[in-house]
């Protein structure tokens, strides 16, 4: 995590208000705990679940996603992921092993759960595992963000979780600029490629970070949802702006499930997108700046 602020002798606040949220995210929806709200959810299938608000939050942020990607970007893939090795926290996953058999098949859809905003409850099949990786850290981004800038009193904060990148409060004179890196604990070089935001949010995707071997085969997280396998996409990493960080982070990881589609899907959502293809190639689609002129404003999902 890192916390940015504009008004630096409030940085403890700040980052006191993130590290709440991101623990309370944690404790809600992290699928590596057995203790979590989320863990305890995929234990109970076929029974009416009652969910507190920020589980509900996260599950309600997933469905939408699933919804406007057409399925590109679906919960339902936490068997899938597992069975691919990624079974722990990344850090826990191990670099290289032995084969693994993995069988295509459809996953089973997001369509399959039935959720209640308004009674906060949620059920699932037997065989589903929700994995709420992606939009879930994004969300927290975007909750601690907000939350960050109360704190100090409507200041401007960015707060980047693992790359998933939320702004609030009152930017700095001309927004924030952000060095666009396929990992985002790259170190910040004279020269990369940057952006400047004032609002929003930015999120990258990549098959290039989290990534193992099994076997001589290189895998990685991103599940395209038809085959239940991760996604052989023309594109190594997307990059994608938008109106909040959750929306950034469907889009991009879409962008990678999508491959070909994905263009034509992000302009007519009119949403900015760096898209860096398998050689390296960079295709900027949907007004996204080139490195000449990099300010832009994040369109609404």
Known sequence: MRVVVTRPDYLASAKAAADIVVAEMDA???RFRDDSELSRLNATPERDVALGPL???AIAAALRGASLTGGAVDPTVGAA???AGY??????????????????HRIPGWEAIRFSATLR???IPRGVEIDLGATAKALASDIAAEAASRAIGGGGVLVSLGGDIAV??????????????EDSAAPIREGEETVSIASGGLATSSITVRRWTRGGAVLHHIIDTATGLPADSRWRTATVAAATCVDANIASTAAIVKGEQAVAW???HRLAARLVDREGRVRRVAGWPDPANSEFVPNVF
Do not use: K, M, N, Y
């Not at 079974?87 to 295509?104: K, M, N, T």
């Not at 609030?168 to 890196?181: D, H, K, M, T, Y």
């Open 55 to 57: 589980l509900a939050r």
């Open 87 to 104: 079974d722990g926290d990344f850090e826990s996953v191990p670099a290289d092993g032995p084969s693994i058999r993995l069988v295509e």
């Open 28 to 30: 809600a929806a992290s």
């Open 168 to 181: 609030a409060g009152e930017p700095p004179a001309g927004g924030w600029s952000i060095q666009v890196s």
């Open 266 to 268: 992000l302009e007519t």
């Open 121 to 123: 409850t949620v059920w």
């Open 81 to 83: 992921v597992r069975l």
